[in-house]
Every structure is written in structure tokens, then in C-alpha cells.
């Protein structure tokens, strides 16, 4: 079992970014996949990005492709969610996710562990 801790989210103007952070305890990080979902307010919860087991492939929204890098450091038990060029429609609850193994759906659906969640709020 793994338990996850979002930080870094805030407030920020738009065209600025954030690193959000993701650190887990509990067993280790490497033994999942991570996610990034985001919940924008009044609206279903969103896949934003999937980094798999050993950081060798990653996958994106098309709603943040081009402007985020996910990223994990297994050795410090975090995963990383760097946003740029935020727009005001970013906003939203943005949570981690840990997925033990590979299913069908996978990297946007199937993940067994999430964390409290951030928020994040983009100003126009």
C-alpha cells in the first residue's frame, strides 16, 4: 500500500506555472505507475499525464500536451507534474494517483491509491 501527498498548487497568474509535487510513503514508488487528474470545478475529474513504472514512458492530456513534463524520482519517492503557460481553464483540484499494474484503460483509467489533491487556481 502507498499513501500520496500532493503540494505546490496555488494561486498564479495566467501564463505562469507551478510544479506540483506528489510524495509517497509506504511501499515503493517503483512498484506503480503514476498519474495526474485534475477536477475542474463543476466538472467530471480528467486525466492530465502518466509516467510508468520506470520513467521511461509518458502520457499526456490533450488539454496539457506541450505545455507539462511529468517526471518521477523514485529515490525520493515523488513524482512531479510542471505546468506552463497556465490559462485560467487549468483550475481545478489537481490529484495523484498510483496504479500497481498494467489493465486495459491503462494510463487513464484503473489506479488504486490517490492522494487529498491541490489546488490550483489560474487568474486571468
Known amino acids: 500500500q502507498v499513501q500520496l501527498v500532493e503540494s505546490g498548487g496555488g494561486l498564479v497568474q495566467a501564463g505562469g506555472s507551478l510544479r506540483l509535487s506528489c510524495a509517497a510513503s509506504?511501499?515503493?514508488?517503483?512498484?506503480?505507475?503514476m498519474g495526474w487528474f485534475r477536477q475542474p470545478p463543476g466538472k467530471e475529474r480528467e486525466f492530465v499525464a502518466a509516467?510508468?513504472?520506470?520513467?521511461?514512458?509518458?502520457y499526456y492530456g490533450d488539454s496539457v500536451k506541450g505545455r507539462s513534463t511529468i517526471s518521477r524520482d523514485n529515490a525520493k519517492s515523488t513524482v512531479y507534474l510542471q505546468m506552463n503557460s497556465l490559462k485560467p481553464e487549468d483550475t481545478a483540484v489537481y490529484y495523484c494517483?498510483?496504479?500497481?499494474?498494467?489493465?486495459?484503460?491503462?494510463?487513464?483509467?484503473?489506479?488504486?491509491?490517490w492522494g487529498q489533491g491541490t489546488q490550483v487556481t489560474v487568474s486571468s
Open positions: 494517483a498510483a496504479k500497481t499494474y498494467y489493465s486495459n484503460g491503462y494510463p487513464y483509467t484503473g489506479y488504486d491509491y
Open positions: 509506504g511501499r515503493a514508488l517503483s512498484n506503480y505507475a
Open positions: 509516467v510508468d513504472w520506470s520513467g521511461g514512458n509518458t
